[in-house]
C-alpha cells in the first residue's frame, strides 16, 4: 500500500542516513507524531546504525500523563510531552501526574504500560517548555509555579 511505502521510504531513505551521519555523536532521538510514521521500522532503522542510540517515541495515540511504558523493548526513555500548550500552560495540576510518575519509582525507571506492568523499562523522562505559552521563548516565571508546588 501507499502507507506501506511512505512508511518504509521515511525510516530507510530519510532517518537511517541522518542516523548513519551523526552515530556515535548523538545520545539520542525523540520521534515526535511517531505513530504517523511505522515505529517498528523507526526503531529498525535507527539501531541497525546506531545500536547505542537511547530511544523516545511519542505517539500522539496517547495521552502523556501519567509516564507509561507505550513502546516495551523499543523505547529507552518516556516521551515526556506535557498537554498541549494551546489547552494548559505546563505547570497546570493536569500535567503534574508525569512529575509523580518518576518520583513514585524507586529508581527512576517507570514499568508500568496502558495495558499492565512489562519486563521492560523506560527512564521517565519529561519534555516541558521553558515558558507558559511557547516552545521556545523564554518569559517570567519559568516552570512550575509556586502554589503548584505547595
Known amino acids: 500500500t501507499m502507507k506501506k511505502v511512505l512508511h518504509e521510504t521515511f525510516a530507510y531513505r530519510i532517518v537511517k542516513p541522518y542516523i548513519h551521519k551523526f552515530a ?5 532521538y525523540w520521534f515526535d507524531h ?5 515505529e517498528n521500522l ?4 535507527v539501531t541497525l546504525e546506531d545500536p547505542l ?3 523516545a517515541f511519542r505517539s500522539s495515540k496517547y495521552v502523556n500523563v501519567p509516564l507509561l511504558v507505550k513502546h516495551p523493548g523499543k523505547e529507552d ?14 505547570f497546570h495540576p493536569d500535567n503534574m501526574g508525569m512529575v509523580t510518575s518518576i518520583e513514585e519509582t524507586a529508581d527512576g525507571y517507570i514499568r508500568k504500560t ?3 506492568t512489562s519486563k521492560h523499562q523506560s ?10 505559552t511557547t516552545w521556545n521563548e523564554i518569559d517570567s516565571p519559568v516552570g512550575w509555579k509556586e502554589k503548584t508546588a505547595q
Not at 511517531?34 to 511505522?38: F, I, K, R, V
Not at 523507526?42 to 532503522?45: E, G, S, T, V, Y
Not at 527512564?123 to 507558559?132: C, I, Q, T, V, Y
Open 77 to 90: 526513555y518516556t516521551a515526556g510531552h506535557p498537554h498541549a500548550l494551546s489547552n494548559v500552560p505546563p
Open 123 to 132: 527512564l521517565g523522562h519529561l519534555f516541558m517548555p521553558a515558558s507558559r
Open 24 to 28: 556515535g555523536r548523538v545520545d539520542g
Open 114 to 116: 496502558p495495558w499492565g
Open 42 to 45: 523507526l526503531h529498525r532503522a
Open 53 to 55: 542510540a537511547a530511544l
Open 34 to 38: 511517531s505513530n504517523y510514521g511505522n
